[in-house]
């Protein structure tokens, strides 16, 4: 039997974000066709290229989301409710749980054996004893450190409480790689290669490649017993760290860090510049709160249960910046050389 025949149907949501994308070519490269989830307004140019089936899922249209799951065993949920702000954390929150259950009940009602939920590291919760976290440490109730991890905690909580279908958990760790179109995690590297400010806290990271999680999440889905929550990061470094081996393959510097105190003023300033119509923030107030609360994480697990290898941060690095040079997010060497 070929690989497409004994891969279950399945359904990706949030298929045209950085995740989806790495996904669909994990899926794709395995022999299947992927079922594609696209809202109306959704970008899906990249989608297109790879040839896979377009379905319109809108996470507020219980209806779409039915239909899209008719006849299919596995969903994968990259869709998850992510706030553009944290000015306003019970209303991202409603949000979020009312999509989530929407996706749930058109899950049940269609039939779908097992559906896999892309959490966050959000919501791996620190050791006492100072050791790596792994996935028996959760939080016992929403931390409070901004709109970003109650809304991961609660969609997290909801989605392990599901019964009428099996749910699998995923929390992968900040993403880099090559795809991530709006530009997400990878602003900092961006920003360095440019030779652009980047202002930034210290603290932990647990970094991964985005073609790992993909991986992992295809090993998880075609798993006859699976673990039922996984993290997955290559490892976890001090940003400023990160950044600086980011920088020594730009020939540039890195910036130093900010205090914890002035990063949260600094992200919470361009938040509401951004709320009052002003362009993105410089730092969004999220990844200050995951890197300055950030633990350690001990990400193995995937490696033993399901066989994934993580790719070194140097791979990772060169392949994002081949990727970014070709899209134009990075100056081609060409345009350096004439610059």
């Known amino acids: ?50 040839k896979v089936p377009l379905v319109q899922t809108d996470f507020d249209l219980p209806d779409t989301l039915r239909a899209a799951m008719t006849g299919i065993d596995t969903v994968f949920h990259l869709g998850g409710h992510y706030p553009r ?51 028996a440490d959760v939080f016992s109730a929403p931390p409070p450190w901004g709109a970003y991890h109650d809304l991961k905690w609660h969609l997290e909580a909801r989605a392990a409480a599901e019964s009428r279908l099996e749910v699998l958990i995923v929390c992968p760790g900040a993403c880099l790689g090559p795809w991530d179109l709006r530009v997400g995690t990878s602003a900092m590297l961006v920003g360095l290669a440019r030779g652009l400010d980047v202002p930034h806290p210290n603290g932990l990271v647990s970094w991964v490649d985005a073609r790992d999680v993909a991986n992992a999440l295809v090993a998880m889905a075609t798993h006859q017993a699976p673990p039922r929550r996984v993290l997955v990061a290559a490892e976890s470094l001090q940003l400023q760290h990160l950044l600086e081996v980011a920088a020594a393959f730009y020939g540039v510097t890195a910036p130093p860090a900010m205090s ?41 697990l995937v490696q033993r249960s399901l066989g994934i290898a993580y790719r070194p941060l140097d791979t990772t690095l060169v392949d994002f910046d081949a990727w970014a040079r070709r899209v134009r997010f990075i100056p081609t060497k060409a345009q350096e050389q004439t610059a």
Do not use: W
């Open 260 to 300: 914890d105190a002035d990063a949260l003023a600094f992200a919470d300033d361009e938040e509401h510049r951004a709320a009052a119509g002003g362009p993105r923030a410089r730092l969004a107030r999220e990844l200050v709160d995951l890197i300055i609360h950030g633990p350690a994480i001990d990400a193995s």
């Open 85 to 135: 702000l944290s000015l306003e954390p019970q209303k991202e929150r409603a949000l979020g749980l009312a999509r989530l259950e929407n996706v749930l009940d058109a899950a049940a009602s269609a039939g779908v054996r097992r559906l896999l939920y892309v959490s966050s590291t959000a919501t791996v919760a620190p050791r006492a004893d100072g050791r790596p976290s792994t996935e």
């Open 1 to 50: 039997m070929t690989a497409a025949q004994t891969f279950p149907p399945s359904l990706v949501l949030g298929a045209a974000g950085f995740l989806g994308l790495n996904l669909v070519d994990a899926l794709v490269a395995r022999g299947q066709s992927p079922r594609c989830g696209r809202r109306a307004r959704t970008n899906v140019l990249a989608l297109r290229q790879r």
